[in-house]
């Protein structure tokens, strides 16, 4: 090697950003370049004759140590790919020449360090050579595609797609617990090619050769069949998986599995009946029609009157009636009992199954019955004894019986009767059918709707008191009224019970939402805010109390409102507090109506504190406690609605606003009339008779309480709040608490 490259070597190993060390048989350092040096901010010089123990610490100097006895005993090179190395850097920029300067604290760098053996001339071992390279970057990378894969997978997992991989061959190599979970098949059963175990038969054939083909020609493979349940039933999937090619080679396949059973069923329903109208466009138009008006009907009974509405419109019958059937009793009953004749010889009422008639026997043969006139009526039931009996008596001279099938399975028919001869024609005969499929439909939503109505409403009546309590002094009085538009049952309620000191604790509240779950929760926060009243009355402590309640048991979205108030039927004292319920309504001889100017708090399982306010009944005053379907719906907002009550008690006669149950019939027949009820509506009235003659001004005091537009003049100086602070912790209000929150509170 000439001096120019003598030059370029030394420039090279004293510039380059890798490290590099030679160190001799005596493990010490003979030579190190300037990156290596400055790991531990020395000069090189500072290395040169000592061995690693006296220049680094000690965890690096031993592995370094080690490595260069193996190297120098074995004759191999020897390799570590990951080697932490705690860096010192320069917080005044000095240079390792000068080895001077403050150093920060340590930064975690990660190193490959890679020993290799010298040799003489002659062979023999002269040292060992180190080159060491910062492999930080390329490691945080590998960190970072780890990650991003671990959030794929997570992001998988919490969708709807069952994600799977198989080898370039197409066999299962890794487990996916998704599929598993869904068709119950163990890992052993799903790995190779199990998976096609799980495919309804009737598709596997077809699955494989399409999988197989698409493996040996590398293409995209779209599908769509059925896999088996672990319940034994079968649902459908789309499938698409795509193969991962490296280097022009495919390494591995990825699929997705999307279960499509509902949409597919639907389109299944929407294809048959499509092609069953196809010919009759007016049929069609009205069975969609007829569609559209079943899909509203919330009760049977509506959906009686839709059907007798397209019987009469679309194929001209005289009556229409529509028969359930009780299979405990094997008896069929007509819903509408003026859609079938009372004549002499048809069965009447509930009649059993085995009676011969048209929709007894639609019913047992789950087959439509045409008869076209008398004659057919005659030969379809030969056996019958008092059939002429029948006709003689009856305008009827053709009928149709349609069954009502629900999973295969009669619930009912359809009986459509006509005053002359009627022959039903294929088209005519598909419409019904596709009627007699939506209606049953229909009946038993309406059915369910009808059941879980009544056990809703009767949830909710059983969780409202059977009566209010008789108070010397005070008179009470209350009313629900429960949505009838849909039939919807709400979570309003309204409480008032005796306290075991004599004072008398009065609640309103609404919870959230519609049916069994809403009337549930509202038993749930009435008979706990019981339970709390009877330990500690305080509104600030048993609102706080609910909130940990309410926390502990409720789910996130839902939305409850309480206004509760203590009150000393004696002295006319009291207590109140507000979480996020519309604000009281206030009444006397000698002031205004008002709002009570409580502060209205939260909701409940908010993490806010409560608060409590001192309230004062005296006698000639009334409280109404109320929901918001009172003030609130689709045509008038929650402020206005509130303005209006204010103002419609200002319009009542000094007699009705006196007597609680004239002011409840008043209130309620001002705010609901000209409006849709889309609500429920609870009202509870609190009223104290004047006893001797003179009223006294009612005051409500809370600290920091500024008097506004709306307040009355006779209000009290305020006297310093009560109250008793609740943090709930452990999660944040959701987005409809929020929406709801800034719509209730004034």
């Not at 001869?421 to 005519?428: A, F, L, N, V, Y």
Request: aromatic letters at 6%; hydrophobic letters at 40%.
């Amino acid at each position: 090697m000439d001096v120019s490259d003598s030059a370029l070597l030394a420039t090279l190993l004293r510039e380059a950003p890798i490290g590099f060390a030679f160190f001799g048989t005596d493990l010490c350092f003979r030579r190190v370049n300037r990156s290596l040096a400055r790991l531990y901010g020395r000069n090189g010089t500072d290395h040169i004759g000592l061995p690693p123990s006296r220049v680094w610490p000690e965890a690096l100097a031993t592995s370094a140590e080690s490595a260069i006895r193996r190297v120098l005993a074995d004759d191999q090179p020897f390799f570590e790919s990951d080697q932490p190395i705690s860096m010192l850097t320069s917080s005044r920029g000095a240079s390792e020449e000068n080895g001077g300067g403050e150093h920060s604290s340590p930064q975690p760098r990660h190193w490959s360090f890679s020993w290799f053996p010298s040799h003489d001339p002659e062979g023999a071992i002269s040292g060992v050579a180190l080159i060491a390279v910062d492999v930080t970057e390329r490691r945080n990378s590998e960190e970072a595609v780890r990650r991003s894969e671990e959030r794929y997978r997570s992001l998988v997992q919490a969708g709807a797609q069952v994600v799977w991989v198989t080898t370039p061959t197409g066999e299962i190599a890794e487990d996916s617990p998704e599929w598993r979970w869904i068709t119950g098949q163990t890992l052993e059963e799903y790995l190779g090619n199990g998976w096609l175990d799980a495919v309804h038969p009737e598709d596997r054939e077809r699955v494989e050769r399409d999988w197989r083909g698409c493996v040996g020609g590398g293409k995209i493979f779209d599908s769509r069949y059925r896999v088996r349940t672990k319940t034994g039933s079968y649902r459908h999937y789309d499938v698409r998986a795509v193969p991962i090619e490296r280097d022009g080679e495919i390494i591995e396949w990825v699929g997705a599995s999307t279960d499509v059973t509902a949409q597919r069923e639907a389109e299944e329903m929407r294809g048959r009946l499509t092609e069953q109208l196809s010919a009759a466009a007016l049929r069609t138009a009205r069975l969609q029609q007829a569609t559209s008006m079943l899909a509203e009907a919330l009760t049977v009974e509506q959906v009686v009157e839709v059907i007798t509405e397209v019987g009469r419109s679309a194929i001209g019958a005289d009556r229409s009636a529509v028969a359930l059937l009780d299979p405990q009793r094997l008896r069929v009953r007509t819903v509408n009992p003026d859609g079938v004749p009372n004549s002499p010889g048809h069965p009447g009422g509930d009649i059993p199954l085995d009676i011969p008639s048209v929709v007894t026997l639609a019913i047992t043969t789950r087959r439509p019955v045409l008869v076209e006139n008398p004659d057919g009526l005659r030969r379809t039931f030969a056996d019958v004894a008092d059939l002429d009996l029948f006709l003689s008596h009856t305008d009827e001279r053709a009928w149709v019986g349609m069954p009502l099938l629900a999973a295969g399975s009669a619930i009912g028919a359809l009986r459509f009767s006509f005053s002359r001869p009627r022959k039903i024609t294929d088209e005519e005969r598909v419409f019904l059918e596709a009627l007699a499929g939506q209606c049953a439909l229909a009946l038993e939503r309406a059915s369910l709707f009808e059941r879980e109505h009544t056990t809703a409403e009767t949830l909710q009546r059983s969780l409202l008191p059977d009566r209010l309590p008789s108070v010397p002094g005070i008179i009470l009085d209350a009313r629900y009224l429960p949505v009838t538009r849909n039939m919807e049952i709400g979570g309003d309620w309204y409480d008032a019970f005796r306290l075991p000191d004599g004072r008398l604790a009065v609640a309103a509240g609404d919870v959230m939402g519609k049916g069994l779950s809403a009337a549930a929760g509202m038993g749930r926060v009435r008979n706990a805010l019981r339970a709390l009243a009877l330990t500690d009355p305080r509104p600030a402590a048993v609102l706080a109390g609910l909130d940990r309640l309410f926390t502990a048991t409720e789910l996130d979205e839902q939305v409850t409102t309480v206004a509760y108030l203590v009150f000393d039927p004696v002295s006319g004292e009291g207590l109140a507090g507000n979480a996020g319920h519309p604000p009281p309504l206030l009444m006397s001889r000698d002031a205004p109506p008002r709002l009570d100017l409580g502060e209205a708090g939260t909701p409940l399982g908010w993490a806010s504190p409560r608060q409590q306010y001192v309230f004062r009944l005296p006698p000639g005053h009334t409280a109404v406690l109320y929901s918001d379907g009172l003030v609130e719906n689709r045509r008038r907002g929650l402020h206005s609605g509130l303005d209006e009550l204010v103002a419609v008690a200002g319009q009542a006669a000094p007699e009705v606003a006196e007597d609680p149950a004239s002011l409840l019939e008043y209130l309620v027949d001002r705010m609901l009339t000209g409006y849709e009820q889309d609500d429920d509506v609870t009202v509870l009235v609190l009223h104290v008779p004047v006893r001797d003659g003179t009223a006294k001004t009612l005051v409500t005091e809370s600290r920091g309480l500024q008097a506004t537009g709306g307040s009355s003049p006779r209000t009290s100086t305020a006297k310093p709040l009560v109250t008793e602070s609740q943090v709930v912790g452990g999660r944040s209000p959701g987005p409809a608490r929020r929406r709801l929150a800034r719509r209730r509170l004034p």
